[in-house]
């Protein structure tokens, strides 16, 4: 019998880290999850089939972007972004807020929504809670985030106090909006670098109807990622227990780590990828930048333990040559491999909680990856 | 029992048109062919799979580039050209003459060869016939093209009579420089639009030492193309008949189908991965440009004939996104489907000269791409 949507099963908890897995129409998604970033219908450097390939279980959408071009009506009328970048598993996309803020420009918040000029053309357009919900249904996303307003750090108590109502006053918009059964919709607790402010929002977002899942949104946003880990293991426990959690747009490899330890279940973040079109590499024995002249002739893989296409062909050397000349298939063996590792990470995560081996595997792996 | 290295066989000929095979020590080399043009080390946008995907049957490597950057000593010491790009099928490297004279500052010539500095850094270098040919060993290519001097267009006689005289004098430097016998050393016979000269200099070259290839040189220099091809018919058929005939770095389909038509076996050329980076797409329909504002909402594949991996799996309207906004993947997509064409193109010509069925194909596929 096939199981219904968004049913969350708990597998397995160590400490305060879990292995979960839930169901969504694209397939079913097993925690601790690293979601690839697809901007713009495309992870960079990335087809569907290498995302495949890599093994990646669902991928992220960025509404603000796709809503500007193509347009979510064109994606509507091609069948869906599932159908217009070819890709079969579930797709998270996010509300367009984050976005709204750290690239349109004039943009003004009211409680009615966010009245923005397209960084594009400066054409102007107006975000609501109801228009971010119709663009996510539009493009036929297996998740969609709640419309939130992301308080800057460091803000005054009154635009954190003013930020966590629209939220809260935003989400129940939200929540009458959504009329796709398909498309779950998370919640997003805000609440900055305030225990007492991350507590006092989730109780309002808990207060309204139950969502499928629940994410804290307003992290790595400047604050020092020291003050998120300190914070999460505080807060990520006393979300709902049978519901995912998800940390929005971290991060690195330790930060995953720690959170997952904190009793987070999914991640996304541009890091993997966008670093390593820079040359910046990870691998399990840590990170390293393959522009460096040490790695001119050296025939190694980029990671002797990896069993990715990139490490099972390619030498350091060669990746060295086609980042310093700045070639695109450098930009996609990288990209390939970062992802990979990512994927590999949060597998060994999940492995090692259903194992029961979770504490050892967190303490051997973030000693490489300390930053 | 294994063929003798670069073995020739004229499998069949229809009019000029030929079908030939000849034998490197990393395969066969089955003619009509089209060698895709990987620069420095890599076909742009392309991994070494790929290009096995699309079934290129050898790649063209550019002994300037690689030559500055990352140095042919480095690729000796990392196993090769081969090794270094993951390439285990033939190689064929140009002389790096026809870069000195496009791409370096401050070019000098003298009969001794031709001082440069490098396009990179300004860096002093002397490139010989001995020094190429040591370059193109180092390397470890199938094929080494001998080193040139290619008169510019329009030339004046003189100049016409001086670059003639040494390309044939350095032809027999080459000759006494290749010393490794796994690299098949082709000549070429330069002359510009000249028929007189260019029979001229086919007389000089074939005078020489015996040579497992022969090439056509200084076409495609900015001429006229029609010239080109009035010529080639009376040209080409004049090359030994039992070796590979190769006209360097032409063209675009129509180009290669007029050639094949003439005699001509073998053919490089940037053009069609260049202008798959700028959305120029190649059908078995002719030549569209996917960036154009009617293909925004066309969910036909580029090719509706076409069995590429693109045209399996992504719209027009998703490409046209993608080449609009500039994604890695697009360049990757675009490209991938233009050398799959390219291909095709060529088995396609191979097939029908084998089954007699050359003149009927030439003349439907030709009226597709008149230019």
Redesign the interface.
């Known amino acids: 019998m096939k199981k219904p949507l968004f049913d969350f099963e708990l597998e397995k908890t160590q400490g305060l880290a879990r292995a979960a897995k839930f169901q969504t129409l694209h397939g079913e998604i097993q925690t601790p999850v690293f979601m690839p970033v697809g901007t713009?219908?495309?992870v960079?450097?990335?087809?569907?089939?290498d995302l495949v390939e890599i093994d990646a279980q669902v991928v992220l959408g960025n509404t603000y972007h796709l809503y500007l071009?193509?347009g979510d009506d064109?994606i509507k009328?091609?069948?869906g972004l599932h159908k217009?970048?070819?890709w079969k598993r579930p797709i998270l996309t996010d509300s367009g807020g984050f976005q709204v803020f750290s690239l349109s420009k004039l943009r003004k918040i009211t409680d009615e929504g966010v009245r923005f000029k397209s960084h594009l053309d400066g054409s102007s357009h107006m975000l609501t809670p109801e228009k971010s919900m119709e663009i996510q249904m539009n493009l036929g996303s297996d998740i969609i985030m709640a419309f939130d307003e992301c308080p800057p750090y460091p803000c005054s108590d009154e635009e954190m106090r003013g930020a966590l109502k629209r939220t809260t006053d935003w989400l129940q918009r939200c929540i009458t909006a959504q009329t796709r059964p398909e498309s779950a919709l998370f919640g997003i607790i805000q609440g900055g670098l305030s225990y007492d402010y991350r507590m006092e929002h989730m109780e309002q977002v808990l207060g309204l109807e139950e969502l499928p899942g629940y994410a804290l949104g307003g992290f790595s946003v400047g604050e020092p990622i020291d003050e998120m880990h300190k914070m999460l293991p505080s807060i990520a426990p006393q979300m709902p227990e049978h519901k995912p959690r998800y940390l929005m747009g971290v991060g690195t490899p330790s930060d995953l780590l720690r959170a997952v330890n904190a009793g987070i279940d999914m991640f996304d973040c541009v890091f993997p990828t966008r670093v390593a079109r820079n040359g910046t590499i990870f691998t399990w024995s840590g990170r390293l930048n393959i522009k460096r002249a040490e790695y001119?002739?050296d025939?190694r893989p980029l990671d002797e333990s990896c069993e990715c296409?990139v490490c099972q062909?390619?030498?350091r050397?060669?990746l060295?040559?086609?980042a310093?000349?700045e070639?695109?298939?450098?930009?996609?063996?990288n990209t390939f491999h970062n992802l990979y590792f990512y994927q590999d990470l949060m597998k060994k995560a999940r492995q090692s909680i259903l194992a029961g081996e979770w504490e050892s595997f967190y303490q051997t792996t973030l000693t490489r990856f300390v930053t």
Do not use: C
């Open positions: 713009r219908a495309t960079k450097a990335m087809s569907s089939e071009r193509p064109l009328d091609m069948g217009f970048m070819n001119a002739r025939e296409k062909n390619y030498s050397g060669y060295r040559h086609l310093k000349t070639e695109l298939l450098g930009f996609h063996l």
